[in-house]
Structures are given as C-alpha cells and as structure tokens.
Nanobody, 121 residues
Framework: QVRLVESGGGLVQAGGSLRLSCAASGRTISTDAMGWFRQAPGKDREFVAVSRWTATRHADSVRGRFTISRDNTKNTVYLQMTSLKPEDTAVYYC????????????????WGQGTQVTVTS
C-alpha cells in the first residue's frame, strides 16, 4: 500500500510561484499514473494534472502556468505553479490514478492529506 504526503504549500501573492511535492512511501510509484487535484472551500475536488511515464496532461485552467513532473529516483511527484492567481487558492492533493486518461476523482486512490495554497491579490 502506498502512502502519499504532500508539502510545499503556503501563502503567496498573485503572480508568484510555488512548488508542491508529493512524496510516496511503501512501494515505488514509477509505473503509476500520478495526479494532482485541488479543492476550494464549497467546491468539488477538481483535476489539475496527471503524469505517467513521460506523458503529462494539465487542466485548461492551469495549462501554461502549472507543470507536473516526477523524480522516480526520489519516488516523488511535483507540481510547479507559476503566475498564481487568487482563484488557485485551494487545498492541493496528490493521488494514484487508475487511468492516465481520467480526470475523475473517483478513478484516483491513496489520497494524501493535502497542502494548503493561498494566493492573495
């Protein structure tokens, strides 16, 4: 069973950058689809990005600003966030995906506890 721990969140001004990390333990995630989701207060958890092998996909709302990457030697997945906007404020979660092509939270498992990102205007 894999355990995921997110880190790197914080408070940042609009236009700033943050890099989130998702560290896995228990087994390797090198062959898994790994996704990032976010959930703002009162809203559903929404897809942000997914990575498998060398392939990546990003939500339209973050494409060109956020980049998912992974370091299999560290069993870690990253989300580099630039040009942050107040609407990016949310708790960010990583999870293991059953399918690379899915944006549905119900196709992801082993959720971490999340890391808070707050963007001020």
């Amino acid at each position: 069973q894999v355990r995921l721990v997110e880190s790197g969140g914080g408070l940042v001004q609009a236009g700033g950058s943050l890099r989130l990390s998702c560290a896995a333990s228990g087994r390797t995630i090198s062959t898994d689809a790994m996704g990032w989701f976010r959930q703002a207060p009162g809203k559903d958890r929404e897809f942000v990005a997914v990575s498998r092998w060398t392939a990546t996909r990003h939500a339209d709302s973050v494409r060109g600003r956020f980049t998912i990457s992974r370091d299999n030697t560290k069993n870690t997945v990253y989300l580099q966030m630039t040009s942050l906007k107040p609407e990016d404020t949310a708790v960010y979660y990583c999870a293991v995906g059953r399918e690379f092509s899915s944006n549905s939270r119900y196709d992801y498992t082993n959720w971490g506890q999340g890391t808070q990102v707050t963007v001020t205007s």
